[in-house]
Structure formats: C-alpha cells, structure tokens
C-alpha cells in the first residue's frame, strides 16, 4: 500500500511494485510515476538507505539492487532497506537530467538552489529517513569517462572511511559542490557515494552487489582506524567547467576550445605542469573556470595560457574528464583532486 501522503513530490511504498525486479531504467515510468521511495523491512530493524538513478542514464544502481532483492526473493532481508529511485524521467530517454530539471544530486539540504518541488522532495525524505535511526547511506553511480572505480565521502569520521574502504582502496574526500545526497545524510549516518565506472559494465554491477550484500550483513563498523596502507585518500580541491559562453568540442574547427580526445587518460593520473589540455582561440585568456570549495575562482592557479595552447600551470589530479559534451555543458569538465596523508591512527 503507499505509506504516506507526498502530494507530488514523491512516491512512498512499502512494498515492491509488480515488475520492478525486471525492469530496464529506461521501462521504470512504465510502473513508477516519479521519484519514488520504497522501504522494506529486514532481520535487522535498522536501514540501509541507497539511492540509484539521481542522474538517470547511471543504471548500475538498479541493476545492482534488483540483483540484491532476486537473492532475497521469498525470505527476508538481513537488514531493512530504504530505497529511493530518482530521476525516472530522465532514465526513460537515457539523459542525466531532462532540459529544465534540476540536477537531482544538487537538491539536498544545504543546496545553494531556491526552493523548488525537487528540494522540497528531497528535504522530506531526508526529514523522514531522519526517524529511521540508518544504519549507512549509499548513493550509487557511474562515470560516462573512464575513470577507476572509487568511493566519495563528505567526513574523514573513521566509519566513513570504514565504509568507503568496503567498496576499495581509491576514496575522494569532497565538500563541494553542495547540495549531494551524501553530504546530506552524512549528518543522520555514515554515508559513501559508489562511483560504478560507466554504466552497463557487469565489472561495476558485481561490484556493487558485492558491496550492498556487504552493508546488509555488517553488524557495526570496526573501531580501529583504516591502516593508511589500506587506503589512497585524496581530496577534491576545484571544479572545472568550461567559462559560460564558450564553444567547445573535441578537436573541431571553429570552436573556442577544442579539447584533446584522449584526455580521459588524465583521469587519476598525476599530471605535470606545462601538460597540454586543449587548444583555444577565444578572447577571454583562460576559456576555463576552476572553483575552489568555497566557491572562489582559482583558475589561474591551475591553468595557464601560451599562445593558442591551454596547459596546466601545476602539476594536478583530474578525475571525472569525460568525451560527452552534454555532461560537460550540464555538469563540468572535471574535478582537480590532491592527495590526503592518512597518519596511522587517524
């Protein structure tokens, strides 16, 4: 039966919707009207909360969580489950987010956006999930780049980074942008963003099932600290995204910055100062802006310009540069990411 009376912000059920279980996310709006939040219970009362297609053309999410539930088909859950499903307008064209939609992991509490039916939606559940004593959060998504898998946390709190390690050893501690799912319930549990490499890959669904039947059976976190040999920590210190107005593209004529096709390969990989990016004709000196965590302009700090040549004025960490021009024009360009010592006992 639904559960609760959201007017249009979202659906709640607790139950599975017949189909669910085989269904693509591009079918989801055949048996799902919207944002959708279903809660199951299991032998262990309190909830695993994740949260799959915010950005609706990253299905590893639901592809690992319908293997999770096909396992428990017929008996219950070793833990209940919270599970919310995002963009299911957007999964239905295979887009990130529909023209005009916001970015449904930009609209959670602390989101510097005016409100909107999308924040609205988003700080009820939060104000729901916060009765449901969580036992961890899990936001699940892909890269349209070729990037290594790898987990995000928003605390350095030890069972974040316990929980971060579960998925592996490559772990991004980031407080910016605003506005993310796990920043948001990063304040009611520990919560971990999965980022699953690109979608449809059976390396990244196995991957995430692993994890998600890791979270059900784990009773609590271990007290010890990670071992600092048990984890590469780094720290995203700017976005990247192409200055507004700006024609862009990969290696193309007539455009204002032409990026290099093989930038993925910069991905997590330390690149060195003077290390050619893109070329560019535009007037503004710098057709890029980097953003620090507080949101100041720090390109200069990390690019530079001679002649028609755009380079990397400090040696830098990008991770997230993608080929797909409509993510770069809705999202970015990349993060630029530094490296975190963790001190034994930490």
């Not at 695993?48 to 915010?54: K, N």
């Not at 709190?157 to 490559?170: H, M, P, V």
Request: hydrophobic residues 40%; negative net charge; proline residues 7%.
């Amino acid at each position: 039966m639904d559960i609760d009376v959201n007017g249009d912000l979202f659906t709640h059920l607790d139950y599975l919707p017949d189909g669910f279980l085989q269904t693509d996310h591009r079918a989801l709006h055949t048996i799902l009207s919207g944002p959708t939040l279903i809660e199951l219970p299991g032998i262990n009362p309190k909830p695993l909360f994740v949260s799959i297609l915010l950005h609706g053309n990253e299905c590893t999410g639901l592809q690992a969580i319908q293997a999770v539930l096909k396992n428990y088909a017929g008996k219950p859950l070793p833990r209940a489950l919270a599970l919310f499903i995002g963009n299911v307008q957007a999964a239905q064209y295979d887009l990130r987010r529909l023209d005009g939609q916001p970015d449904y992991n930009r609209i959670w509490p602390g989101a510097d956006l005016p409100p909107s039916p999308e924040t609205q939606m988003a700080e009820a559940i939060v104000a729901l999930m916060r009765q449901r004593d969580l036992f961890a959060s899990v936001d699940i998504h892909n890269n349209t780049g070729l990037n290594p898998h790898y987990s995000c946390v928003n605390s350095l709190d030890n069972a974040f980074l316990q929980l971060a390690t579960l998925f592996g050893r490559l772990v991004v501690y980031f407080t910016h942008p605003k506005g993310v799912q796990s920043a948001a319930f990063a304040r009611l549990c520990p919560a971990v963003t999965l980022e699953c490499g690109q979608p449809d890959r059976k390396q990244g669904i196995d991957h995430a099932l692993e994890f998600l039947e890791s979270c059900l059976h784990l009773t609590e976190f271990p007290k010890q600290p990670v071992h600092p040999q048990d984890i590469d920590l780094f720290h995203t210190v700017a976005q990247v995204k192409v200055a507004e107005g700006i024609s862009f593209g990969f290696e193309q004529a007539n455009l204002e910055l032409s990026l290099d096709k093989s930038i993925e390969r910069f991905n997590f990989t330390e690149v060195d100062a003077g290390t050619v990016l893109a070329t560019t004709t535009a007037a503004k000196a710098l057709p890029l802006i980097a953003s620090d965590v507080n949101g100041e302009d720090v390109t200069g700090d990390y690019f530079s310009r001679k002649g028609s040549h755009l380079l990397f004025a400090k040696p830098a960490m990008p991770s997230m540069l993608t080929l797909n021009e409509r993510i770069i024009a809705q999202d970015c360009l990349c993060y630029l990411m530094e490296r975190i010592p963790l001190l034994s006992g930490q």
